[in-house]
């Protein structure tokens, strides 16, 4: 039912910025939301943002709030997860996923449906 391609990773220094895309392809009219999720080496998977598809509503996580803004484009069907003062401790690889439903989750097994993620290196 939904199909997810991220996109927009990279190599910047601290302190720069990129921008991740996310390609949705939904074939049901139901309400859904989107979240980004990022996973480091070693380290379990873990919430970034949320933001839900029919009203743009956000969530963010505590050590994002501030430098990143997740945002949609209806028409487009992308989602967008804007990263600016980036640290070495943003480093790992960005996941878009969906789930159906409107409420905020942030919890990863929550989500049914995952793009393949894409590498993001922050150099100090």
């Known amino acids: 039912q939904v199909q997810l391609v991220g996109s927009g990773g990279g190599l910047v220094q601290a302190g720069g910025s990129l921008r991740l895309s996310c390609a949705v392809s939904v074939r049901t009219s139901s309400t859904y939301a989107m979240g980004w999720f990022r996973q480091a080496p070693g380290k379990e998977r873990e919430f970034v943002a949320h933001i839900r598809w029919i009203d743009g509503l956000t969530t963010y996580a505590d050590s994002v709030k501030g430098r990143f803004t997740a945002s949609r484009d209806n028409a487009k069907k992308l989602v967008y997860l804007q990263m600016n003062s980036l640290n070495s401790e943003d480093t790992g690889v960005y996941y878009c996923?969906?789930?159906?439903?409107?409420?905020?989750?942030?919890?990863?097994?929550?989500?049914?449906?995952w793009g393949q993620g894409t590498q993001v290196t922050v150099s100090s």
């Open positions: 996923a969906a789930r159906f439903g409107s409420f905020i989750v942030t919890n990863a097994p929550s989500y049914s449906y």
